[in-house]
């Protein structure tokens, strides 16, 4: 059965990965388009090395239980298509739309969090903030409505209405009634490369804090992961009754969900 995803769903999923300050990898003095974002979203891993702004935004509908509810594909111009061949697209911005940027909306994508009468805020995945045109990672942003640069906007299928500039824009019922549109309480599962040593987050001290509450550690709950919390970690996957077998060194996402992480944005 189709997740009941809202818009604040892949939001809180994205404003995380922006807080976590997730890169690409450097290989060879530069960088090199290869993520954990095309490995583990859904026939996205042939795509790995090449442009993922598109596949970030895909990563995240995954996550959050859904993938159908975005295009399916890494290029900005086929997501163009299928968002109209949906009826599912506008030129007016909403919480939650995917906006297309650049010549025809071919060049560039993110997901919209906010919108003013003269601006948007977005998540945008293979971005920076230094006006260069080669991204990096994943980054908040700011861009003017106004801007020749922002083309148009996607509607994904939600299962909750969209806060929406477009005055003519009317939320498919069929889609809606499937949902109380609640997003989820806790934080979402960051992916096994997120538990490093040394890796600061306000995630990071929200998980510690739970950590000991549950009485897994007794350590002083710091936003640096150590090797006290990996130690908590494998106590809480104990507790948890071992799912998937040994203790990898990282909690799995099931263990994960156990705890009850709350949002740290």
Request: with cysteine; hydrophobic share 35%; net charge negative.
């Amino acid at each position: 059965m189709p997740a009941t995803i809202a818009p604040q769903t892949l939001i809180d999923l994205g404003r995380q990965e922006a807080a976590i300050k997730y890169q690409e990898d450097f290989v060879n003095g530069q960088w090199s388009n290869l993520t954990k974002y095309a490995k583990e979203t859904p026939g996205m891993a042939s795509y790995d090395g090449q442009s993922w702004c598109v596949i970030g935004l895909l990563w995240l509908a995954h996550r959050a239980g859904d993938i159908s509810i975005m295009p399916q594909t890494p290029t900005c111009s086929v997501a163009i298509t299928t968002y109209q061949s949906w009826n599912r697209w506008s030129w007016y911005p909403a919480v939650g739309a995917q906006v297309m940027l650049g010549n025809s909306g071919f060049e560039h994508t993110g997901l919209v969090y906010e919108f003013t009468s003269t601006q948007i805020r977005t998540i945008e995945f293979n971005s920076n903030t230094s006006g260069s045109s080669e991204g990096d990672g994943v980054y908040l942003r700011v861009r003017n409505r106004s801007d020749a640069a922002v083309y148009g906007y996607g509607y994904p299928k939600y299962a909750s209405p969209m806060v929406t500039a477009d005055p003519n824009w009317t939320d498919d019922p069929a889609l809606i009634k499937t949902s109380s549109g609640t997003a989820p309480a806790y934080a979402p599962y960051p992916g096994q490369d997120w538990f490093t040593v040394g890796r600061t987050s306000p995630l990071v001290l929200a998980a510690a804090k739970r950590l000991v509450a549950v009485g897994a550690g007794s350590y002083n709950p710091t936003a640096d992961i150590g090797s006290g919390d990996l130690n908590a970690w494998s106590n809480w996957h104990t507790t948890q009754g071992s799912p998937g077998g040994a203790y990898a060194g990282y909690p799995n996402e099931t263990i994960w969900r156990a705890l009850q992480v709350p949002h740290s944005h």
